[in-house]
């Protein structure tokens, strides 16, 4: 599976790309040029150089520190985001598996349907109003909407992987619900569950830079890519650098993560191997 | 064949580009109308409801007049009094209003409609933020249709000139209830429509007592965006900007031969407030070491680009009572430092900064923030709208830190007020500020408003940043926009094309 992987492009892409905005967001944590936080008013606006190689900002910071420390911010949001869609969707989603048809089933669906009936983005502003803007309050908005994104996607497998011979075979043997979900359920939906993850992380990644941009996402001095992009709007006819560079990142990113997403789903679904 | 395809079309391109620059070149012969653009949107039209300076940005000496009025100097000259006589003790004014004056519904100017409006900003329920222009009035009688005699309760040396302030507005006693979003007044602009979110349209009053003004059209658009102002500009969207957010931009506009940058004066003193009532501001050492934080030079020059004048007390540098206290506060980090373990706090403390939504406040916001964390205190940040900043922050006084500028002209009075949004109580404060009303000679209340902003800096109440430059952009050829602000205002009747 290894080889065929890494004969498959975009996933050879989309990984290098996310292990490079990893290994950045890495390096951040321990080291970054300068402190991104960091004002030097007398140095503002400067263009990229030797000294600070992607230029300065508007209270001369450095913007390759903060686009570094942007990578580590955005990647927590999607870590952690799509962390509590994943868990506490995907145990919804199997729970409702488990009892098909039934009251509690139609509940959990239906809260799905009725979360998915709201953009996504939109709600993230109204609970982002209700809670305080905020970094951990966007990574609490972007998550609640990954839930039913999960949950959708663990139940319709998880379906398809009970109505197999050896489930019923493990049921015959008296295994409980939960040993059945947890030893043969979940290894067997977790490709298509991660292939999903990959999708949401670009999502989450894109939907926190959408609400830092709108200034209710993570709020300064902390860097955030969005946020970087919105400053620069002022100052782009003097320093256009200072837009192009957050966006690209961004862009660069979510590319990188779909590529991955897209990658997976054909290295781990071997129906799919010759489209 | 290629190339004299392509010349053609490139020949029938260009004449296409030309076709519409053509047209309203020459459709620009007798220019009478304008389009005056501004960051901020009044949120009501009536400069007696509410402490908004777009109120008076708009509607002062345009839609409204008072009995005296600033002009573009800063001094002050009749406007709808035409004599004031004073009793020898300076306690009975005699004023006669100027004849021929009407409102724009028609109605003429009485001692009546004097009468009515002053009462009406000094009710129990009226929305006046500038009440004590009123509270030295005892009684106002309406002696025949053109004479109103103002008694005062106690001699109030700065009341004659308050006068002049968009607060003491003269409404007619028929249409002052609309004023809040049809305002009817005797100015020499007369209100049409108010799109709200976008513009204000105005039209020349053609039955003005005074000089005919030569615009006869004037529409004031609200663009808040920085960017888009500029953009405006350079589009030719507007023809003046009043005071332009982004002083990043004053270079590349100076370089664009249609328009004119001049980099002004206004009365607005920029500080961030603290509130003084409340832990830990009420901590005098504690108010000094967020002074001692914060280099304001440096705010200067990262939130307006430099232009604006640095202070060391809430007063302007435009006034002569002005004492240059700059050098009283110095920017020292490790002092703050050592002020804030002598008051308690050795590892800092948090707070949270709200800020409202100007430039300068968002810039000026995040240096201050990032300066206070040096010194250990943590501040988190909170942009508010204008509303949500009027309802909590100076209503409420729901907050720790707030970066505003006072526009309005010798506000130092409001040290001395009780229930003021800073939360500062000082009798010796009060005193100072009352003897600069009681004051019989200038000389005297000079020293008296010297007094005032000696006891203010020394007690760290605020951090007085700058002043706020007013700049101030029009297109070639316009004239009379004010380059400096004494007041928030943009008389129209000034402007004329040449």
Known sequence: ?275 | MQHSSCRLALSLGLAALALPLALPAMAQAPKDSVVVCQTLEPPILDPAGGAAAAIREVTYDNVFETLLAFNAEGRIEPRLAEKIDSSADGLAHTITLRAGVTFHDGAALTAEDVKFSFERAMAPDSKNSQKWIFAPIDRIEARDARTVVITLKSFAGDFLDSLAWADATIFSAKSADKAAAEPVGTGPYQFVRWNRGDRLVLKRNENYWGRKPAIANATFRFISDPQAQVAALTAGDCDAHTNLSAPEAVPQLRANANLRVSVGRTEGETIVAMNNGKAPFNNPKVREAISKAIDRAQVNEGAISGFGTLIGTHFSPNHPAYLDLTGAVKYDPAAAKRLLAEAGYPNGFSVTLRLPPPAYAQRGGEIVAAMLGQVGIKVSIEPVQWAQWLERVFRQRDYDLTIVAHVEPLDINIYARDGYYFGYVSEAVKAAVARTKSAKTEAERIAAFQETQRLITADHVNVYLFMLPKITVSRAGLKGMWNNWPVPANPLAQLHWE
């Open chain 1, 1 to 275: 599976m290894i080889d065929r992987a890494l004969r498959h492009p975009s996933f050879v892409l989309g990984l290098s790309i996310t292990l490079l905005v990893l290994g950045v967001a890495l390096l951040a944590m321990i080291w970054t040029p300068f402190d991104p936080t960091a004002m030097r008013i007398s140095a503002r606006l400067r263009p990229p150089s030797a000294t600070n190689w992607l230029g300065t900002d508007q209270f001369g910071r450095d913007v390759l520190s903060m686009l570094m420390m942007g990578a580590r911010n955005a990647l927590l949001v999607g870590v952690v985001a799509v962390g509590i869609g994943l868990s506490i969707g995907v145990a919804l989603g199997m729970m409702a598996a488990t009892r098909e048809g039934s009251l509690l089933d139609e509940a959990i669906m239906r809260i799905c349907d009725f979360t998915f009936a709201f953009p996504a983005v939109l709600t993230a502003i109204l609970i982002l109003t209700f809670l305080g803007p905020g970094l951990v309050n966007a990574i609490l908005a972007i998550g609640i909407f990954n839930i039913p994104v999960f949950a959708r996607i663990a139940r319709g497998a998880s379906l398809q992987v009970m109505a197999r011979d050896y489930i019923r075979a493990a049921q015959a043997a008296g295994r409980s619900t939960f040993g059945i979900l947890h030893r043969h359920v979940l290894p067997n939906i977790t490709g298509i569950l991660i292939v999903q993850a990959s999708v949401q992380f670009a999502l989450a990644i894109l939907a926190e830079a959408g609400l830092s941009y709108l200034g209710i996402g993570t709020q300064p001095p902390n860097p955030s890519w969005g946020r970087m992009l919105n400053d620069s709007q002022t100052y782009f006819a003097q320093a256009a650098y200072l837009a192009i560079f957050p966006g690209a990142a961004i862009a660069l990113c979510v590319l990188g993560f779909n590529l991955l997403g897209d990658g997976l789903r054909d290295v781990l679904d071997p129906k799919s191997k010759e489209r």
